[in-house]
């Protein structure tokens, strides 16, 4: 039996298609033999990257190659499509609404087509558009995409096309470049390998436009899987048979003479004596039945039945006979216990209690603060012996009659005294520049000493002077460069002289200053990462770590949650890219990296990670390496003042040699800023605001500024759409700072007094 190939086909519906898509699919299968044999099936999809304006274009493109294509019967499958797409960019060219911005550079129509012919494939592209071919759930590029050489073009060159053969359980994919642009080629596979091609294509829109992803553009796509079919063979037609025998059809007879009329006189007999049988059965039963209804009965007993209005009645009457009991029993109780003296007894042992732990807390303050001593300052370790003590003996002065405002100076002593031990130091926040009710989103100190943030309101980079405070805008979504068009801006990170920019494409922009640092002009250039589209639209975080300080050379590394890897792309030795085929999976082991919230590189890889903040070295997490918890070795004092365990989610180092200086991440649940050293992790101090004060509460990105001449740095931050400073005293010395007095209200407030405390070993 001869086996041939069936097209399954998958398609957007028309009613699913996005608003402001312009792509446009078109299926030709014919059904006349002969077109059928000669040119085959013509699958094609025309796209564009310019919203609903370019759908007419993008239609007419579609219907002319068709046309061409069907009407040229001059040559072969592939000599007929190349004339057939060079006379939709001729028409293109000479269209009235002229789709070329500036003359000379190729424009933003998109061509992907197919021909199948029984099992011969052709494949063509022709701009920013996609076609694959997956084959025994491998992912093949069929061309490889040219986004350069859209229509119209005044120079279009003669696009390549594709020839090969097509088995059985292959698919051939035509896409919009948008779709695997947003959502990556990892889940488009799956979605092939996996289901039926209409249903494959119905998932993937619905990923693309659903989600978060704020999907908009071009959502065409097609997709084709080759079937088996098995021949059929005509059998011959039936032909009617007409009988012999000249009593064919006639009704069966017994060939014995009155043989039928004895036989039928036999069954009237029969049944004759099935009736009079039953009606004599029926005769008897009902003369016993008359016999048993003469005979005498005894009369049954009348049954009694109780209503539920009456049983309900009778248990509620039970229930107010229980409750009044007990009603009894409590008021003798009570009572008693009145009269006999146990509530003045007891009154007098809370008063006691009290009177014993505020006189234990004042024993414990004096021996840290009394006869002009300051055992914090000199015996820190005793002194919060002493401070803890006394802050648990207050608590319970309070819980037995002492009013918050009779405790409210010890306590403050206390509390001070726990704050110093700690670390904590309290910064006074200035504010750098105010966007108003902008969103502020990423932020990062340049390499010309500018701060570089991210207003997603605006979808702009701007570059902020920290000493006047102004701005000035370096990049925004739309902008056209060197025909690449730069989408929303998501992450910023630094390479040696370069700001880099990672917009919503999964494009790298670098933006550099033109006439040195101090230039506000510069220039924007999109790097070349020829797979980025495959890392989706999850990318959580990127940093670089320069490789060759003389000439500026840096890899990039990027955190993608599809591949569950920290990917590294070292720059190629020329400096002009970093090559897809160098790209190298940096984790040893792959990971769950969706929660990831920042990344820091210095040779070490350190991640910030659902909350902690995880070391690796050569790819291998580092066990040994942690964070100390803030309160330094004292951890379970410090949950006297804050209980709740840090969660990081913004970290940043003010020197950026591996090993050296010292790391401050970010403790929103807590509202402070923790300083540790990243050789060991060892605790080093800890800032907040002024008690009175809501800053540090929503910080989203922070960066440290070392002072000059060893002075202290200033840490900048962005939260609630003001870019924001403090000066932050020396790690590992509490600073003073004027905070308000603990009330009736807020009895917890904290002061602090300058002292040092021990470091960690």
């Excluded at 071919?133 to 859209?150: K, N």
């Excluded at 494009?507 to 006439?515: E, F, G, L, P, V």
């Excluded at 909350?611 to 997490?621: P, Q, S």
């Excluded at 003042?641 to 010292?662: E, H, I, S, W």
């Amino acid at each position: 039996m001869t086996i041939r190939l069936q097209m399954k086909l998958g398609v957007v519906a028309e009613t699913e298609r996005l608003s402001d898509s312009p792509d446009t699919t078109m299926i030709v299968e014919p059904t006349v033999g002969s077109t059928a044999r000669t040119k085959g099936n013509l699958y094609l999809l025309a796209t564009g990257a310019g919203g609903r304006k370019l759908r007419d274009a993008t239609k007419m493109a579609a219907e002319k190659v068709r046309d061409d294509y069907y009407y040229d019967e001059s040559a072969g499958i592939v000599v007929c499509l190349k004339k057939a797409i060079r006379a939709a960019n001729k028409q293109l060219l000479h269209s009235n609404e002229r789709l070329v911005s500036r003359r000379g550079e190729p424009g933003p129509i998109g061509l992907a087509l197919a021909v199948v012919r029984g099992s011969e494939l052709y494949v063509a592209t022709v701009g920013p558009a996609e076609a694959y071919l997956l084959r025994q759930a491998r992912l093949l590029t069929l061309p490889d995409p040219s986004p350069e050489s859209g229509l119209p073009s005044e120079d279009a060159a003669d696009p390549q096309v594709w020839h090969g053969e097509m088995a059985v359980g292959d698919c051939l994919l035509l896409m919009s470049p948008n779709v695997t642009r947003r959502l990556g080629l990892v889940p488009i596979q799956d979605a092939v390998v996996q289901l039926h091609p209409q249903a494959a294509v119905e998932q993937i829109h619905r990923q693309f436009g659903s989600g978060g992803l704020g999907s908009s553009g071009g959502d065409g796509m097609i997709a084709i899987e080759a079937g088996e079919v098995g021949s059929t063979h005509k059998m011959a037609p039936l032909k009617s048979v007409w009988p012999s025998d000249p009593n064919a059809g006639k009704p069966d007879r017994s060939p014995i003479p009155l043989a039928d009329a004895v036989g039928d006189g036999l069954a009237a007999v029969q049944s004759s004596a099935k009736r009079v049988s039953h009606s004599a059965d029926g005769l008897i039963r009902r003369g016993f039945y008359s016999v048993f209804d003469l005979m005498p009965r005894r009369n049954l007993p009348r049954g009694r039945v109780t209503s539920m209005a009456i049983q309900r009645e009778r248990q509620k009457r039970a229930a107010v006979a229980v409750m009044g009991l007990l009603l009894m029993v409590t008021l003798i109780g009570t009572a008693t216990w009145q009269f006999g003296g146990f509530n003045q007894k007891e009154g007098q042992d809370q008063q006691q209690r009290a009177q014993e732990a505020y006189a234990v807390a004042q024993q414990d303050l004096d021996a840290v603060y009394g006869s002009g001593r300051d055992l914090v300052a000199s015996d820190p370790s005793r002194a919060a012996v002493y401070l803890k003590e006394a802050y648990q003996k207050l608590q319970v002065a309070q819980d037995n009659g002492y009013s918050v405002s009779q405790l409210v100076d010890s306590r403050s002593k206390v509390v001070a005294g726990l704050n110093t031990y700690f670390g904590v130091n309290y910064v006074t926040t200035e504010i750098v520049l105010s966007f108003g009710s902008d969103n502020l989103t990423a932020v990062t100190l340049g390499p010309d000493g500018f701060a570089y943030i991210i207003d997603s309101t605006d979808q702009t980079v701007n570059r902020v002077n920290l000493a006047t405070g102004s701005k000035v805008v370096v990049a925004h979504a739309g902008e056209v460069v060197n025909g690449y068009t730069v989408g929303r801006p998501r992450v910023l990170t630094v390479g040696a002289a370069d700001l880099l920019i990672l917009d919503d494409f999964n494009n790298i922009w670098r933006w550099r200053s033109a006439n040195g640092s101090t230039s506000v002009k510069g220039t924007l250039f999109r790097l070349k990462l020829s797979d980025s589209v495959t890392w989706g639209s999850g990318v959580r975080a990127m940093g670089t770590y320069i490789t060759n300080p003389d000439l500026g050379q840096y890899s990039i590394y990027v955190v993608v949650p599809g591949a569950q890897q920290v990917l590294r792309y070292p720059e190629a030795p020329d400096g002009s890219m970093w090559p897809a085929l160098d790209r190298a999976n940096y984790l040893k082991v792959p990971q769950e990296v969706s929660r990831v919230d920042d990344l820091y590189v210095d040779g070490s890889v350190y991640l910030v990670n659902g909350g902690t903040i995880n070391r690796f070295d050569l790819g291998n997490a580092v066990h040994t390496w942690s964070p100390d918890a803030p309160g330094g070795h004292d951890v379970n004092g410090d949950k006297m003042l804050r209980p709740n365990a840090p969660v990081y989610t913004k970290m940043a180092g003010d020197n950026p040699d591996q090993d050296k200086g010292t790391f401050y991440a970010y403790d929103g649940l807590n509202r402070r800023v923790v300083a540790f050293t990243k050789v060991d992790g060892a605790f080093q101090a800890q800032y907040m605001a002024l008690p009175n004060s809501p800053r540090l509460s929503a910080v989203q990105g922070l960066f440290v500024k070392p002072g000059p001449n060893g002075t202290s740095p200033t840490m900048y931050w962005i939260e609630s759409g003001d870019l924001m400073k403090a000066s932050l005293g020396s790690p590992g010395s509490a600073s003073s700072a004027p905070a308000p007095t603990p009330t009736a209200a807020n009895p917890f407030v904290p002061t602090a007094q300058p002292s040092s405390r021990p470091t960690k070993k």
